[in-house]
Protein backbone atom coordinates (compact mmCIF):
# COMPACT_ATOMS: atom_id res chain seq x y z
CA UNK A 1 0.00 0.00 0.00
CA UNK A 2 1.02 3.71 -0.46
CA UNK A 3 -0.30 6.66 1.43
CA UNK A 4 -0.79 10.01 0.21
CA UNK A 5 -0.47 13.10 2.16
CA UNK A 6 -1.24 16.62 0.69
CA UNK A 7 -0.91 19.86 1.88
CA UNK A 8 -0.80 23.34 1.11
CA UNK A 9 -4.40 24.22 -0.01
CA UNK A 10 -6.56 27.45 1.38
CA UNK A 11 -8.38 30.34 0.22
CA UNK A 12 -6.86 32.79 -2.11
CA UNK A 13 -8.37 35.75 -4.13
CA UNK A 14 -8.37 35.45 -7.98
CA UNK A 15 -5.02 36.25 -9.48
CA UNK A 16 -3.17 34.35 -6.50
CA UNK A 17 -0.65 31.58 -6.05
CA UNK A 18 -0.53 28.40 -3.71
CA UNK A 19 1.95 25.32 -4.05
CA UNK A 20 -0.08 22.03 -3.09
CA UNK A 21 2.26 19.46 -2.04
CA UNK A 22 1.45 15.33 -1.72
CA UNK A 23 4.35 13.28 0.33
CA UNK A 24 4.22 9.56 -0.86
CA UNK A 25 5.39 6.63 1.98
CA UNK A 26 4.61 3.02 2.18
CA UNK A 27 5.29 0.56 -0.67
CA UNK A 28 6.59 3.07 -3.07
CA UNK A 29 8.62 2.23 -5.99
CA UNK A 30 10.96 3.74 -8.63
CA UNK A 31 9.43 3.73 -11.58
CA UNK A 32 5.75 5.73 -10.64
CA UNK A 33 3.72 8.38 -12.05
CA UNK A 34 2.52 10.94 -9.58
CA UNK A 35 -0.31 13.26 -10.49
CA UNK A 36 -3.68 15.70 -9.28
CA UNK A 37 -6.86 15.81 -9.71
CA UNK A 38 -9.31 18.08 -9.09
CA UNK A 39 -13.39 17.70 -8.42
CA UNK A 40 -15.59 20.53 -7.82
CA UNK A 41 -19.19 20.91 -6.11
CA UNK A 42 -21.37 19.35 -8.37
CA UNK A 43 -18.72 18.17 -11.07
CA UNK A 44 -17.02 15.34 -11.92
CA UNK A 45 -13.47 14.23 -11.02
CA UNK A 46 -11.12 16.08 -13.44
CA UNK A 47 -7.85 15.42 -14.76
CA UNK A 48 -5.01 18.23 -13.63
CA UNK A 49 -1.77 17.17 -14.22
CA UNK A 50 0.97 14.52 -13.92
CA UNK A 51 4.50 13.69 -14.05
CA UNK A 52 6.44 10.85 -14.52
CA UNK A 53 9.58 9.46 -12.18
CA UNK A 54 11.89 10.96 -15.13
CA UNK A 55 10.22 13.99 -14.81
CA UNK A 56 7.80 14.24 -17.69
CA UNK A 57 4.42 16.37 -17.33
CA UNK A 58 1.47 16.43 -19.18
CA UNK A 59 -1.22 19.09 -17.97
CA UNK A 60 -4.98 19.92 -18.54
CA UNK A 61 -5.68 22.33 -21.37
CA UNK A 62 -7.02 24.43 -18.38
CA UNK A 63 -4.44 24.92 -16.67
CA UNK A 64 -1.29 25.05 -19.36
CA UNK A 65 0.91 27.96 -18.46
CA UNK A 66 -0.82 28.67 -15.00
CA UNK A 67 0.45 25.53 -12.94
CA UNK A 68 3.47 23.72 -12.78
CA UNK A 69 3.87 20.07 -11.42
CA UNK A 70 7.44 19.06 -9.78
CA UNK A 71 8.68 16.51 -7.72
CA UNK A 72 11.84 15.53 -5.12
CA UNK A 73 12.35 11.58 -5.97
CA UNK A 74 14.47 11.45 -2.89
CA UNK A 75 10.86 12.61 -0.79
CA UNK A 76 8.61 10.71 -2.73
CA UNK A 77 7.12 14.36 -3.03
CA UNK A 78 5.48 15.97 -5.82
CA UNK A 79 4.47 19.99 -5.79
CA UNK A 80 1.82 21.69 -8.04
CA UNK A 81 2.35 25.36 -7.94
CA UNK A 82 -0.48 27.25 -8.95
CA UNK A 83 -0.69 30.60 -9.82
CA UNK A 84 -2.75 33.47 -11.35
CA UNK A 85 -5.59 31.09 -9.72
CA UNK A 86 -9.65 31.40 -10.68
CA UNK A 87 -12.08 30.73 -9.05
CA UNK A 88 -13.11 28.11 -11.66
CA UNK A 89 -10.10 26.17 -10.26
CA UNK A 90 -12.34 25.83 -6.65
CA UNK A 91 -12.37 22.50 -6.00
CA UNK A 92 -10.76 19.40 -3.71
CA UNK A 93 -7.38 18.49 -5.12
CA UNK A 94 -6.39 14.64 -5.17
CA UNK A 95 -2.82 13.53 -5.71
CA UNK A 96 -2.85 9.93 -7.27
CA UNK A 97 0.21 7.97 -7.07
CA UNK A 98 0.43 4.61 -9.95
CA UNK A 99 3.13 2.02 -10.00
CA UNK A 100 2.85 -1.59 -11.39
CA UNK A 101 1.14 -2.47 -8.23
CA UNK A 102 -1.71 -0.23 -8.28
CA UNK A 103 -3.48 3.41 -8.26
CA UNK A 104 -3.56 5.12 -4.79
CA UNK A 105 -5.03 8.37 -3.92
CA UNK A 106 -4.65 11.02 -1.01
CA UNK A 107 -8.02 12.36 0.89
CA UNK A 108 -7.61 15.94 -0.86
CA UNK A 109 -6.95 19.44 0.16
CA UNK A 110 -9.30 22.31 -0.45
CA UNK A 111 -8.66 25.10 -2.81
CA UNK A 112 -11.09 28.02 -2.92
CA UNK A 113 -10.31 30.91 -4.84
CA UNK A 114 -12.59 34.15 -4.67
CA UNK A 115 -13.26 36.53 -6.80
Known amino acids: QVQLVESGGGLVQAGGSLRLSCAAS????????MGWYRQAPGKSREFVAI???????NYADSVKGRFTMSRDNARNTVYLQMNSLKPEDTAIYLC?????????WGQGTQVTVSS
Open 96 to 104: TYNNNRGAY
Open 26 to 33: GSTTRINN
Open 51 to 57: ITSGGST
